[in-house]
C-alpha cells in the first residue's frame, strides 16, 4: 500500500506552522487514497522533551486528524518512534559501508567553522557549506594518526557526481549537484547517532512512503536524500511537495521554542478546534477565512492547485 506521512520532532510543543503541515499532508494522503503514517523522529536523545510525543499526538486528535500507522496505534511496518530503528539504520550505513561509499571524517567543528567563512564559501549557509573532502582520501595510516590523537571521526556519504533532478509540485523542477553544492554530507555523526538525511530515508523506504509532504525548509535536503535512496537501491518517492513555512504576526518563522504559538495557550483563550482547523486551512488559501472548519469538510474541497506559494501568517 502507497502510504503519505507526518513525522515531527518531540523536542518541544508543535506550533502553528507545524499542526497546518500536519493538516497538508493528512489532506495530501487521504485525497490521493494512500495509508497516513505517524512517526516521532526522536533519534536525537539529548533534544528530545519528555512527554512531548504524547503532547503531539494529543494536539493533532484534539484537531480531528487520524492516522492509520503510528506510535500509538502500531502497524505492520514499524517500529514509529526513530529510536527504536536504530538496528535498521545499522545495517543501511553496513551497506553503505560495504560498497566504499562513505568514510570517517575527522574534521573539528572549529574547521569546519573556517571552512564556512573562507571566501569561495559566500553565499552559501552558514549552517551548511560545502564540505571540500578534506578526509576523503586518507590513507590508512593518517587516519590511524588521528584517532591515536582520541579523534572520533563522523562518517561522511561520498557524493555523486552530476545532476539530481525531482519535481515538486509546488516549487516545479528542481536540479542539484550535490557534489558541488554540498559536498559529501554527514550519515552517521561521532557520537554515534545516525544523521536525519540517512534516517528519514531508511524509515520512508521501508515504510513504503511514497508521497513527501514536508515543510520547504527541507528542499534543500531533497536531492541528497535521493542520492542515498539510489546508493541504497531504494525506489525513489513519487511525489514531492513542500509546502511554504508559517509567520508569526511580526513575520518572523514560527519556532518552538515559542510556547505561545502552540494549541494550550489558544484553547486556553477559547479557540475551538474547528476554528483553528479553518485557519490553518485558510492561511494557505483552502477555505474561506474566518470559517470553522473539520478536517474532514476542507478534505471535501481540497485542490492543491489553491496553496500559496510563499509564507503566510496564520490568523486566529
Same mark, same amino acid.
Given at each position: 500500500?502507497?502510504?503519505?506521512? *507526518?513525522? &515531527?520532532? $518531540?523536542?518541544?510543543?508543535?506550533?502553528? +506552522?507545524?499542526?497546518?503541515?500536519?493538516?497538508?499532508?493528512?489532506?495530501?494522503?487521504?485525497?490521493?487514497?494512500?495509508? %497516513?503514517?505517524?512517526?516521532?523522529?526522536?533519534?536525537?536523545?539529548?533534544?528530545?522533551?519528555?512527554?512531548?510525543?504524547?503532547?503531539?499526538?494529543?494536539?493533532?486528535?484534539?484537531?480531528?486528524?487520524?492516522?492509520?500507522?503510528?506510535?500509538?496505534? #502500531?502497524?505492520?511496518?514499524? =517500529? @514509529?518512534?526513530?529510536?527504536?530503528?536504530?538496528?535498521? *539504520?545499522?545495517?543501511? %550505513?553496513?551497506?553503505?559501508?560495504?560498497?566504499?561509499?562513505? @568514510? =570517517?571524517?575527522?574534521?573539528?567543528?572549529?574547521?569546519?567553522?573556517?571552512?564556512?567563512?573562507?571566501?569561495?564559501?559566500?553565499?552559501?549557509?552558514?549552517?551548511? $557549506?560545502? @564540505?571540500?573532502?578534506?578526509?576523503?582520501?586518507?590513507? =590508512?595510516?593518517?587516519?590511524?594518526?588521528?584517532?591515536?590523537? #582520541?579523534?572520533?571521526?563522523?562518517?561522511? %556519504?561520498?557524493? =555523486?557526481?552530476?545532476?539530481?533532478?525531482?519535481?515538486?509540485?509546488?516549487? +516545479?523542477? !528542481?536540479?542539484?549537484?550535490?557534489?558541488?553544492?554540498?559536498?559529501?554530507? !554527514?550519515?552517521?555523526?561521532?557520537? +554515534?547517532?545516525?544523521? *536525519?538525511?540517512? /534516517?528519514?530515508?531508511?524509515?520512508?523506504?521501508?515504510?513504503?512512503?511514497?508521497?513527501?509532504?514536508? #515543510?520547504?525548509?527541507?528542499?534543500?535536503?531533497?536531492?541528497?536524500?535521493?542520492?542515498? @535512496?539510489?546508493?541504497?537501491? *531504494?525506489?525513489?518517492?513519487?511525489?514531492?511537495?513542500?509546502?511554504?513555512?508559517?509567520?508569526?504576526?511580526? +513575520?518572523?518563522?514560527?519556532?518552538?521554542?515559542?510556547?505561545?504559538?502552540?494549541?494550550?495557550?489558544?484553547?486556553?483563550? #477559547?479557540?475551538?478546534?474547528?476554528? !483553528?482547523?479553518?485557519?490553518?486551512?485558510?492561511?494557505?488559501?483552502?477555505? $474561506?477565512?474566518?470559517?470553522?472548519?473539520? &478536517?474532514?469538510?476542507?478534505?471535501?474541497? %481540497?485542490?492543491?492547485?489553491? !496553496?500559496?506559494?510563499? &509564507?503566510? /501568517?496564520?490568523?486566529?
Amino acid at each position: 500500500m502507497r502510504h503519505g506521512r *507526518y513525522a &515531527p520532532s $518531540p523536542t518541544g510543543v508543535l506550533h502553528l +506552522g507545524n499542526l497546518r503541515t500536519a493538516l497538508l499532508a493528512w489532506l495530501f494522503a487521504r485525497s490521493s487514497g494512500r495509508a %497516513f503514517t505517524l512517526r516521532a523522529e526522536d533519534l536525537d536523545r539529548l533534544r528530545v522533551r519528555p512527554g512531548a510525543t504524547s503532547h503531539m499526538l494529543a494536539d493533532l486528535r484534539w484537531l480531528g486528524l487520524d492516522w492509520d500507522e503510528g506510535p500509538d496505534v #502500531g502497524g505492520p511496518l514499524g =517500529p @514509529y518512534f526513530q529510536s527504536q530503528r536504530e538496528a535498521l *539504520y545499522a545495517a543501511a %550505513f553496513a551497506r553503505l559501508r560495504a560498497a566504499s561509499l562513505v @568514510y =570517517p571524517c575527522y574534521c573539528a567543528r572549529s574547521e569546519l567553522a573556517r571552512i564556512a567563512s573562507a571566501p569561495q564559501q559566500e553565499g552559501r549557509s552558514e549552517s551548511s $557549506p560545502r @564540505y571540500p573532502g578534506t578526509c576523503r582520501d586518507l590513507t =590508512p595510516a593518517q587516519r590511524a594518526k588521528r584517532e591515536a590523537a #582520541g579523534r572520533r571521526p563522523s562518517w561522511r %556519504f561520498r557524493a =555523486p557526481e552530476g545532476e539530481i533532478a525531482f519535481t515538486d509540485l509546488l516549487h +516545479g523542477k !528542481i536540479s542539484e549537484n550535490v557534489a558541488a553544492t554540498v559536498g559529501d554530507f !554527514i550519515v552517521c555523526r561521532s557520537d +554515534g547517532v545516525f544523521a *536525519y538525511q540517512l /534516517a528519514v530515508v531508511v524509515d520512508d523506504a521501508l515504510m513504503g512512503v511514497d508521497q513527501i509532504v514536508r #515543510g520547504d525548509d527541507l528542499l534543500g535536503s531533497t536531492a541528497r536524500q535521493l542520492a542515498l @535512496y539510489d546508493a541504497l537501491c *531504494y525506489p525513489h518517492p513519487v511525489k514531492y511537495t513542500h509546502v511554504p513555512l508559517a509567520l508569526d504576526a511580526t +513575520g518572523a518563522r514560527l519556532a518552538k521554542r515559542d510556547v505561545a504559538t502552540g494549541l494550550d495557550a489558544l484553547t486556553a483563550a #477559547g479557540s475551538t478546534a474547528e476554528e !483553528i482547523v479553518g485557519a490553518l486551512a485558510a492561511s494557505c488559501n483552502l477555505w $474561506p477565512e474566518g470559517t470553522p472548519a473539520t &478536517p474532514a469538510q476542507v478534505l471535501a474541497v %481540497f485542490d492543491p492547485a489553491k !496553496i500559496l506559494r510563499t &509564507p503566510s /501568517a496564520i490568523s486566529l
